[in-house]
């Protein structure tokens, strides 16, 4: 018993650095990558801009070791579902908020050229770095749909094992079903924010209460 709480404590902890790590790299990076001039605004902020990457590695770390920490808890009600979250939320997110990361970096070493280039590499550069740009976007949102499949298996196997309250889990499984919902929508450029709002709403509800 004790040591499913030190692990769902430090579930929590994992959960709340990700989570802050993740909001300070979109207050470090958000207005600068929707500028329109845009490598003139990450060369003017560059240190932001890794700031921010560096949040992003955070969060990627630190949510990736949650189904690692949770993995022998799980693998009693299901092994394989469990295996499948370590795989889904531990590598495969894990992978995409490294391709995230490396596209901004790329912005940044872009942008150190970007001054002193002649007009012709200028277009050429931006160019370049619109396309970095949208393999950044839409790597999120493949991010969002391997963080909802993993977030599913995770909230069956809750809702299997009874480790929290049936509602709770089974409002965990209905969120990440809107999550994914959100995610498959934003690869075709439909941005559903609110569709996140009841699994962000969920995850802090239960993980607090740890």
């Known amino acids: 018993m004790n040591n499913g709480k030190s692990i769902a404590r430090l579930v929590g902890v994992l959960f709340i650095v990700g989570t802050a ?15 329109a001039d845009l490598l003139a605004e990450v060369s003017a902020n560059e240190n932001r801009v890794i700031l921010g990457t560096l949040f992003v590695l955070i969060m990627g770390i630190s949510l990736a070791l949650v189904p690692v920490v949770v993995y022998p808890i799980l ?6 579902l469990a295996l499948g979250y370590v ?20 912005l940044v070493a872009l942008s150190k ?11 050429s550069l931006q160019n370049m770095s619109r396309l970095l740009l949208g393999v950044g976007e839409q790597t999120n949102s493949i991010t969002m749909i391997l963080f909802s499949l993993g977030a599913l298996m995770f909230y069956y196997l809750l809702y299997q094992s009874r480790l929290i309250p049936k509602w709770l889990s089974g409002w965990g ?13 934003a690869l075709f450029g439909a941005q559903l924010a609110i569709a996140l709002l009841p699994l962000a709403l969920q995850e802090m509800v239960w993980r607090c209460g740890l």
């Open 21 to 35: 790590a993740g909001m300070l790299s979109a207050v470090f990076t958000g207005s600068i990558l929707e500028s």
């Open 75 to 80: 693998r009693e009600c299901n092994e394989a």
């Open 87 to 106: 795989v889904f939320r531990g590598a495969l997110e894990t992978f995409a908020y490294i391709v995230t990361a490396i596209s901004w970096l790329s």
């Open 113 to 123: 050229g970007y001054a002193s280039a002649v007009s012709p590499d200028n277009m």
């Open 173 to 185: 499984l209905v969120a990440a079903s809107v999550y994914l919902a959100a995610g498959v929508s």
